[in-house]
């Protein structure tokens, strides 16, 4: 494989190189193949104000990616068979929707990631990222348009890695015991390179500080899209995560342990695994995950796992002013929407607000505490449940656990809950209490 780095490139004409010198003295861009063929895919085809996009194949579901100095933008998704019905998560995402034959159109007028599911397809979404085109900053490591195989791609302290629109990496990105580093572009990274028993994953993010991750998409890791060890000051923004479908456990979306001041916002993820987790490794120090603010999601998640959780059964998990909000639950296969279990943990200021749910097969909270662990002020707040199965919820608590718990302003299929059994909840011994929302 032919890599061409743009410092080392040679100039026949020498009097034109000490200004080339001077003009990228502070860019690095790597350039290489085109992408293969076969990481695109054509079940679906999309065209924005007219001309042909990309459509690339994930083990979830098809991505489309696109970037534009100027909206309203014009869609047109043609699904090769006649489309008789189209949701579009969250629905206030576009537009002007027309159905015609085998296409459908809409329009876009700002910055969005959405959901498209024509004819209730379920097993093969298109997931769509429509953002403008981000900036140079300078003094960057900056991936062209093609294949890039990079292995592990460790950065250092005050780095930027620039993916431009159309690169795409095989490998992964560690960013390990350094500050001051910005992940940003439209482009994509492939996990599939690292070997199945190394289960990296696509971004790891470990014992470091003031790390920010913009606008890149992860598709088919070896294991979690984003994994936050120990660190502070991470800020995740406007991320697209599809996960690993052949992976059983270990795909998740975004895992964080043990760190604090962490902002996720604007994330859209297809996961077979947890969309979300906060986690701990028994034996590991009992490192406090605190400031923690997860906002304007949308998640979709296949047969494992839960869309955010707390635990699986971890030991010593320890949590503080954690906030889940505005968050849109498109599709959950199994699992529960809130799964929380844990043992010898304490969990304070836990809240779960403006949570949406579309789809949910099996559970919508499934929280489960020993006695050893301690509680307080669980909040689940403005929840709206409008699938069409009966998902049931499971609360395992003891008294005084069960005392810190709220559920305030929970609608079932288009119904306000006001008594337990209205929403297909169970509880051991202990009542949960449920309170009409109040603005």
Request: charged share 25%.
């Amino acid at each position: 494989m032919h890599r061409i780095s743009v410092l080392s490139k040679q100039y026949k004409i020498a009097c034109w190189l000490p200004l080339f010198i001077l003009l990228t003295s502070c860019l690095t861009r790597k350039e290489d193949k085109v992408v293969s063929e076969n990481i695109l895919t054509d079940y679906y085809r999309v065209k924005v104000s007219g001309g042909v996009v990309p459509v690339y194949h994930t083990r979830p579901g098809a991505l489309t990616l696109v970037t534009l100095d100027s909206m309203p933008v014009t869609v047109s998704v043609d699904n090769r068979a006649a489309v008789e019905k189209v949701e579009f998560i969250p629905a206030d995402a576009v537009k002007k929707v027309n159905m015609k034959d085998d296409v459908v159109t809409f329009e876009v007028e700002s910055e969005k990631n959405f959901f498209v599911k024509i004819n209730d397809n379920y097993v093969y979404p298109l997931m769509v990222s429509i953002s403008k085109v981000q900036q140079a900053v300078g003094n960057e490591i900056r991936y062209g348009k093609g294949m890039h195989e990079v292995g592990k791609l460790y950065l250092k302290s005050g780095q930027t890695l620039m993916l431009e629109e159309g690169a795409y990496l095989k490998g992964c990105i560690v960013v390990e015991g350094v500050k001051d580093v910005l992940i940003m572009g439209s482009g994509i990274i492939n996990g599939t390179a690292n070997s199945s028993s190394d289960q990296q994953p696509s971004i790891l993010v470990r014992q470091s500080e003031n790390i920010q991750i913009e606008g890149i998409s992860s598709i088919d890791p070896s294991g979690v899209g984003i994994q936050i060890e120990e660190s502070k000051g991470v800020s995740i923004e406007n991320v697209k995560l599809l996960g690993n479908r052949e992976l059983r456990m270990s795909d998740d979306g975004i895992n964080i342990f043990g760190s604090t001041d962490v902002q996720v916002s604007n994330v859209i993820s297809n996961t077979r695994n947890n969309s979300i987790a906060f986690m701990h490794r028994s034996g590991s120090p009992q490192t406090e995950t605190k400031h923690v603010r997860i906002r304007d999601c949308i998640f979709w998640k296949g047969d494992y796992g839960n869309v955010m959780e707390i635990g699986y059964q971890a030991r010593g998990i320890r949590l503080n002013d954690v906030i889940l909000e505005r968050i849109e639950v498109a599709h959950s296969l199994a699992g529960a929407i809130v799964g929380i279990s844990a043992k010898e943990s304490k969990l304070k200021g836990v809240h779960f607000r403006k949570i949406n749910i579309h789809d949910s097969r099996f559970m919508n909270f499934d929280i489960k505490l020993d006695s050893t662990s301690e509680l307080d002020d669980l909040l689940l707040e403005d929840v709206h449940y409008n699938g069409m199965d009966a998902a049931y919820s499971d609360f395992q608590l003891d008294v005084h656990q069960a005392d810190q718990v709220m559920l305030k302003g929970y609608h079932y299929q288009d119904r306000k809950v006001n008594n337990p059994a209205d929403a297909y909840i169970r509880y051991m011994d202990h009542d949960i209490r449920i309170i009409d929302h109040r603005l």
